[in-house]
């Protein structure tokens, strides 16, 4: 390995992945060792720059063990996640060669070297806005990159859902299903592409940001609870999202917002429902939150047809869906009359495509 240039070379690969949000939810799995889900999902990826992990991998024969730092703090590499996806990509990596620098790596090899990994977020971790996401889906992104691994975004999705499920549909950009797959083994549980992020870009997202505070349930121990309690989520697996996700689908070819919105927010509803209906009860929203799904509500009746779409993953933060730019600028101006910042501390900050609107006014 890279024998005449010593010890002092450092080969490094950057990356960036926006996280993802589920507009028909990921809740449970059949498999807690390969994340295997019980029912399909289907996100929409946000543009690059906006809540997005930045990872940086590097390999050196001067590194002696594997290490990872997560915004700026070292954290243990021994959870079996990190090491299911490190275990995967060294598996699959092959010989690279930089003539210039004089460094060959054959397969061999990177089994040996020992790999030095920074990422960081740039919105808050673990408060409902699918960190892990973008996490781990740059995570095994950056690692593939540089370990030369030929895998195509499917099978390195197949990879990032060993790290965190809804991470594999981060491999992608625009409108993606996360195929729930019947094997045993989670060959076929991958993501695929529904249409690429030009397809419908009248829409504009924005994160009310309610609160960023670490969630007290993890999403995993959640729903983890929520298989073994729950009698709704059965009913909901089997006969609620399979149908919904073709609907869904037909939704998103046609850029049809007003099925589009109602799925939406029907599943978001739903999967809160199944969180009561868990034992103990999981609350991930809070008054505020309510309060954001009224005004919605009272809006879109108001106007005769949805104007905007909710969701609200595993905590209080809204992640709301306009139909077009005009739309989202009412909606803005009704957000911050209704929840002015500076008297509201519960709500401190919209984010609205690449623009940080406000920031923690609390
Ligand atoms: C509510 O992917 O974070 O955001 O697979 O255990 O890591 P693990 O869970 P995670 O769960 C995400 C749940 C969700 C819905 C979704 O993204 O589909």
């Known amino acids: 390995m890279a024998a005449e240039?010593?010890?002092?070379?450092?080969l490094s690969v950057t990356a960036q992945t926006p996280t993802n949000i589920a507009v028909i939810k990921y809740w449970g799995k059949r498999d807690e060792e390969l994340i295997l889900p019980i029912n399909d999902s289907i996100s929409v990826t946000l543009d690059p720059g906006h809540l997005c992990t930045t990872t940086s991998v590097a390999v050196s024969p001067a590194f002696t063990h594997d290490r990872i730092w997560l915004n700026g703090k070292e954290v243990s590499l021994s959870g079996g996640r990190f090491q299911n996806c490190l275990r995967e990509i060294r598996s699959r990596a092959t010989d690279y060669e930089d003539e210039k620098r004089g460094i060959m790596i054959t397969k061999k090899d990177w089994e040996k070297l020992r790999v030095h990994i920074v990422s960081y977020n740039n919105f808050p971790t673990a408060a409902g806005l699918a960190s892990s996401a973008a996490g781990l889906a740059c995570l095994v992104f950056s690692l593939a990159k540089l370990m030369n691994v030929k895998e195509d975004h499917s099978q390195l999705s197949a990879i990032a859902r060993q790290g965190s499920g809804s991470a594999c549909r981060s491999l992608y950009?625009?409108?993606?299903?996360w195929i729930m797959g019947k094997e045993d083994n989670g060959s076929d549980s991958i993501a695929v592409q529904l249409a690429d992020e030009n397809?419908?870009?009248d829409l504009v997202i924005i994160i009310a940001v309610v609160s960023s505070k670490q969630k007290?349930?993890?999403s995993t121990s959640g729903m983890r609870d929520t298989v073994e309690t729950s009698e709704l989520i059965k009913h909901r697996a089997k006969e609620v999202v399979p149908k919904r996700i073709k609907e869904m689908e037909a939704a998103i070819a046609k850029r049809d917002f007003p099925s589009f919105a109602r799925l939406a927010c029907a599943d978001s509803n739903q999967f809160h429902a199944v969180c009561l209906d868990t034992l103990p009860p999981i609350?991930?929203?809070n008054d505020t939150s309510h309060r954001i799904i009224s005004c919605v509500e009272k809006w879109n009746?108001?106007?005769?047809?949805?104007?905007?779409?909710y969701t609200f993953d595993a905590g209080p933060n809204a992640v709301l869906i306009s139909k077009d730019r005009k739309t989202?600028?009412?909606l803005l101006q009704r957000l911050l009359f209704q929840f002015p910042p500076q008297s509201d501390a519960d709500l401190n900050s919209y984010v609205i495509g690449d623009k940080t609107i406000l920031k923690d006014a609390g």
């Open 199 to 201: 397809h419908w870009d």
């Open 301 to 309: 009746r108001h106007e005769g047809s949805p104007q905007v779409a």
């Open 216 to 218: 007290e349930t993890s």
């Open 173 to 177: 950009g625009g409108f993606v299903k």
């Open 283 to 285: 609350f991930y929203m």
């Open 328 to 330: 989202a600028a009412l």
């Open 5 to 10: 240039s010593g010890e002092k070379w450092v």
